[in-house]
């Protein structure tokens, strides 16, 4: 499993303000030039789909954010049935973030498989083989996990000028990465991870290109299930801490290269989707046309062509 996981960092976390592990964090060079690729194919993306009318686009997007919750399951190896986003009004309400909304898309992404409250006892990431326990990182300690969840929500509310804030890839990337290293909940944690970093990119992307939306138009979780080794080496390979900022700034590069990896992946598969037949744009416009959630709902869908 050694492989699987990457390397041991077994150290037990003591609290500190994680906003101070990303103060002095910079873009590679590399990754600020493979960041403007992804932003140029997202905008081609996002150019084709305004050619739809709002029902069409409202049904696409439905449609494939349940596809994103049924496939997140997968990554853990959950082989559950994920309840369908028309069956909750938490994904069309409000992109508003708070401990009660994180609770909420937990139980929401854990379908009764969980508990929904943070956990109170200690958590870790390991492997077990022939009788022997391997143990990789450990998760914050319970006492800690609302100071934690404080500095999360700070971090993942601030809004400013620097690129780790304002650019919709990074800023979601390491909302994702942090929330899996706090780790509050006894398990679904990668699941409601993953839905944290949608919500972050919706609301990110809504803010770049004057848009309207409340689900994501393109989410990751089918590219993570197809390279999930190298998600969690790249999960694991951050010390949490302060007292590593070399490796914790390469671990932090290294995170939001592989995201990047997997948007272009996303990319690259959405654009041979729509172009199919199967997923033509008058088979999408006939599905919607019948939908009563897409028919109560669509005029708030707000999607024009990008401005160059």
Known sequence: ??????????????????NELLKDFKLSVDNLSHLQDTSIKFSEYMDFLSDFDNKSILYFLIKSFN???????????????????NESNIFLDSLSISNK???????????????????????????VRNGIETIYWYAVKPEDIQKFM??????????????????????????????????????????TSRLLHDMKFVELVNKTYNYNLKISPLHISQSI????????????????????????????NDWINFILNMYDEELNFMNLMLSNSSMSLEYIQNKASDDELINKEANKIKLSKVKR
């Open 101 to 127: 909304r994180i609770k909420d898309l937990h139980a929401f992404s854990a379908d009764n498989q969980g508990e929904y409250e943070y956990r109170n006892q200690e958590a870790w990431v390991h492997s």
């Open 225 to 252: 299930w197809r390279n999930r080794s190298e998600y969690y080496k790249r999960i694991n390979a951050l010390y949490f801490d302060l007292k590593h900022p070399e490796e914790n700034y390469k671990a932090l």
């Open 1 to 18: 499993m050694q492989e699987l996981y990457g390397k041991m960092n077994a150290a037990k976390v003591d609290y500190f303000d994680i």
């Open 67 to 85: 596809d994103e919750i049924e496939i997140s399951n997968l990554i853990e190896d959950h082989i559950i049935h994920p309840r369908d986003i």
């Open 150 to 191: 404080s500095d999360f929500l700070k971090y993942y509310r601030t809004k400013s000028g620097s690129l780790i804030d304002s650019s919709i890839y990074i800023k979601s990337a390491l909302v994702h990465l942090l929330f899996m290293r706090i780790h509050p909940f006894k398990d679904g944690n990668g699941r």
